[in-house]
């Protein structure tokens, strides 16, 4: 399989002046194309952070990584912000829906900050939307929605670029167990269309369904 | 980000709250109606003056008692020490004849008419012969009094248009008897309406208005100056002229064209002011926009950070938040301006009330200019969030 992502000896240090907090240390992982991973760790272990850092939200303190064969140290901020539109897709816990908006704006945000023209983007959300099993819910608000349709229009939100890495942070963290097997049978049926896919939890259950399991412990990757 | 886009997000956020946007936008309205308003309204003043003086024509020029300055710490007429009478209507006759057509003095007094049981209080305006003409009278019906009547001082009048209206509604004064102080007069004409400023007026012949009435001192005196003539030079020979009975300090002469420009750099000054003190509502509806929006930056924390994971630069955020700042100032400005056209229509019903270009274009750009100094600092506070504490933010 061909690397997409290589994190190379990256550390993660908070300097809080009475305290130094080392987030990561020295945590070195590789991501093929096409792979399903979970990061596995209990709360405080850093597993959180490096999924920052995965996702070009957070800089590490040193390390390098690298995406699609491209270095992102001392990359600008406009630069950054270009490649988590394009190639990172984004799920939180907490859906992060924009209030009182509806469905279809919901998915397209990641477009109105594309190169992709306007006159796509509500195909392209329509289209997403469908997948997803929504499409009797475009102009609903997400104040309207369950948590399972909110997290699968998150879902859509991160897939509508056609990004070619998915970072989900605990995505079944805010849903009863049931919704939450749907969303996780959701996240293989995406692998298996040939995705590369990120979890981050803390529940072993979900970290045991992904392909590969990354454990994380005080900052430190025991075993992958 | 697109513009276009940047635009919309703006409008459908400002929607989400539309009575907090409104109530925000309060600020500006009132400051851009207060400004834009007020400056309506003394150009409406400045409008009713020159058309006053424009019905009377361009070539008067008044004699007036004491030192009489529009000026900053100029004077006012001087009528408690008023030494001007007939004499100097005759110096001016014999000294300045070459340069005027018609001359008139006049005695300018309120006193209330009455007719039979109806009551009216007039201006009553004391003048010879010649005044109808210098003051461009319209006769309605009936005639202006006589030279005659003038030297004999007789007991005569011609009514305004709204004292015939209130004391001879329906019936012909002509002929009628009034009484002014008890004494009777007899109206031989009346006048068409002119003005607000003409048509409450009674005129009467000056030596009437001395001998019956008791008023000695003239108000001023009224040249016309030939059409040819030069208006400065008139001025100066008709001074000349007062000046060989009194001191410079005892009367004025000003030509219309000094009166009007005189009269309209003060309401300049006071359009100036009052637009000045109506801009402070607008520096209050500025901070009502930078709280609002220190309040909506506070409240979209996690969007802010979701927009950054998902793509947006600080520029995007800073842009974004901006624009609906500027947008509410925009509106607000927009609103202001059509309250204070309404405005100005209801006034034109008094006073010719316009709104100068200037000030469209002073209430409007504050308003814009308003929304973009105070909301530079929110928007730029929200630019500056981190993505991860925002996504966490509770």
Redesign the interface.
């Known amino acids: 399989m061909a690397s997409l992502m290589k994190v190379i000896n990256v550390s993660k240090i908070y300097d809080l002046g009475s305290e130094v907090i080392t987030a990561l240390n020295n945590v070195n992982i590789e991501i093929y194309k096409g792979e399903f991973i979970s990061i596995i760790g209990k709360s405080g272990s850093g597993k959180s952070t490096l999924m920052?850092i995965l996702?070009l939200?957070?800089t590490p303190t040193s390390g390098e990584i690298i995406l699609n064969g491209q270095n992102t140290k001392g990359m600008k901020?406009?630069e950054l912000?270009?490649i988590?539109?394009?190639e990172i897709g984004?799920v939180?816990q907490s859906f992060?829906l924009?209030?009182?908006?509806t469905t279809l704006?919901n998915v397209m945000?990641?477009l109105?900050?594309?190169d992709i023209p306007?006159y796509m983007w509500r195909k392209k959300g329509l289209d997403m939307l469908k997948m997803m099993g929504l499409e009797n819910r475009l102009h609903n608000k997400s104040n309207e929605l369950s948590g399972g349709q909110k997290q699968r229009v998150a879902i859509a939100?991160a897939l509508i670029n056609d990004p070619s890495i998915i970072l989900a942070d605990e995505p079944t963290g805010n849903l009863d167990s049931k919704t939450g097997d749907e969303i996780i049978e959701l996240f293989s049926d995406l692998h298996k269309q040939g995705r590369t896919v990120v979890i981050v939890t803390h529940n072993e259950e979900i970290a045991d369904l992904a392909q590969r399991k990354i454990i994380i412990k005080d900052g430190e990757v025991i075993e992958q | 980000m697109r513009t276009s886009e940047i635009f919309r997000s703006s409008v459908v956020a400002l929607s989400l709250n539309k009575i907090r946007t409104f109530l925000t936008m309060l600020g500006v309205i009132i400051g851009v109606f207060a400004v834009v308003a007020l400056v309506s309204v003394v150009k409406g003043f400045e409008n009713y003056i020159t058309d006053q003086f424009n019905s009377l024509g361009s070539n008067l020029i008044w004699v007036m008692p004491g030192m009489v300055s529009f000026e900053q710490g100029g004077g006012e007429p001087s009528f408690a020490n008023n030494k001007l009478d007939s004499k100097h209507v005759e110096l001016i006759e014999r000294y300045a004849s070459d340069i005027y057509s018609e001359i008139s003095s006049v005695v300018r007094v309120p006193k209330t008419i009455k007719y039979k049981t109806k009551t009216y209080t007039a201006t009553l305006t004391g003048g010879t012969e010649r005044m109808y003409e210098i003051l461009n009278v319209q006769l309605d019906l009936g005639r202006f009094f006589s030279k005659a009547e003038v030297d004999s001082k007789a007991r005569v009048l011609i009514l305004g248009s709204l004292v015939t209206e209130e004391l001879f509604p329906t019936k012909n004064p002509i002929g009628e008897k009034v009484k002014i102080d008890g004494i009777s007069f007899t109206v031989i004409g009346t006048a068409k309406p002119w003005g607000p400023n003409f048509d409450d007026r009674v005129f009467i012949p000056d030596t009437t208005i001395k001998s019956s009435l008791g008023v000695d001192r003239y108000t001023g005196i009224i040249v016309r100056v030939k059409d040819d003539e030069d208006m400065e030079d008139a001025s100066r020979k008709i001074k000349l002229a007062v000046l060989r009975d009194l001191k410079e300090d005892d009367f004025t002469v000003m030509s219309q064209k000094d009166i009007l420009s005189s009269v309209n750099s003060i309401l300049n000054v006071l359009s100036v002011g009052l637009a000045a003190i109506a801009g402070i509502s607008l520096f209050v509806g500025g901070i009502g926009i930078m709280n609002i929006m220190l309040v909506s930056v506070t409240e979209r924390t996690r969007e802010i950070g979701l927009r950054k994971a998902l793509g947006a630069t600080s520029k995007d955020i800073l842009i974004q938040f901006l624009t609906e700042s500027i947008l509410i100032g925009f509106l607000g400005g927009a609103l202001g301006l059509i309250l204070a056209w309404i405005g100005t229509l209801i006034a034109s019903s008094w006073i010719r009330a316009e709104i100068p270009w200037w000030s469209v274009l002073l209430g409007f750009g504050f308003s814009v200019v308003v929304g973009v100094v105070f909301g530079t600092y929110p928007a730029m506070s929200a630019s500056k969030k981190d993505p991860i504490e925002s996504l966490r933010y509770e």
């Not at chain 1, 924009?98 to 908006?101: E, F, S, V």
């Open positions: 920052h996702g939200l957070d901020e406009k912000a270009k988590r539109n394009k984004f939180f992060n924009l209030q009182r908006t704006d945000l990641p109105k900050y594309s306007s939100r």
